[in-house]
């Protein structure tokens, strides 16, 4: 199946602050890459999505870049807030959805 | 969103049992659900597609005796856990794609699964 790595594991970033999130993805047939924020213990919440036809998709604070040559994607959160503190994973998918390994992303106030 | 419903959300239950977790799709139909298990601070891991009215696809590593999907209609998936042992204890958790957004995938809640 689809090898989807996620880079970094950690993250921390002022209040205010950027953060940017990078994943990769082995199989040239994936054509959705949705990004989904999990709180602990909680269901993961689908935050922005984008499909291979696009290079790059914006909602408010938070934007995805898609690069299908390189089969890399990312995600960038602008003007950070404690409440994005999360664990965020991406995924590659054709039929199945394969997850990155998560980011756990700290916002400090 | 489509809403995605999954029971329980927390059990414990001795080694040499089974368990049954119930994931169902309470405002569209789902053709295909998903499987997934993860342990604590790490991924989520593909176990299963389950397809209505036809075997699961199980992914490499995954025991299919152990790990028992049935996908009876469009709006239920079950998996059973069989003759569980304590290193089966993770959180295990569906997901649902609504074949009018074929693209998206819904999450039920999760399960917690312990076994003593």
């Not at chain 1, 914006?58 to 959160?77: E, G, M, Y």
Request: charged share 20%; hydrophobic share 35%; net charge neutral.
């Amino acid at each position: 199946g689809e090898n989807v790595e996620q880079h970094p594991s950690t993250l921390s970033v002022q209040e205010g602050d950027s953060a940017v999130i990078k994943c990769t993805y082995s199989d040239s047939a994936s054509n959705y890459f949705p990004w989904y924020k999990q709180e602990l213990g909680k269901r993961p919440q689908l935050i922005i999505d984008i499909r291979s036809n696009v290079g790059e998709k914006k909602d408010q604070r938070i934007a995805v870049t898609l690069n299908k040559t390189a089969k890399h994607f990312s995600l960038h959160i602008t003007e950070t807030q404690p409440e994005d503190s999360a664990v965020y994973f991406c995924a590659a998918t054709q039929d199945q959805f394969y997850f990155g390994t998560g980011t756990s992303l700290t916002v400090i106030p | 969103g489509a809403v995605v419903s999954q029971h329980p959300s927390w059990v414990i239950c001795k080694s040499g049992t089974s368990v049954k977790i119930e994931c169902r799709s309470l405002d569209f139909q789902a053709t295909t659900m998903f499987w997934y298990r993860q342990f604590p601070k790490q991924s989520l891991m593909l176990m299963a597609t389950s397809n209505e009215g036809s075997k699961a696809t199980y992914e490499q590593g995954v025991e299919k005796d152990k790990f028992l999907i049935n996908h009876a209609s469009l709006t239920l998936s079950t998996l059973t856990v069989t003759s569980a042992h304590p290193e089966d204890s993770s959180f295990y958790i569906c997901s649902a794609r609504d074949p009018f957004r074929r693209s998206e995938a819904f999450f039920g809640q999760g399960t917690r699964l312990t076994v003593v």
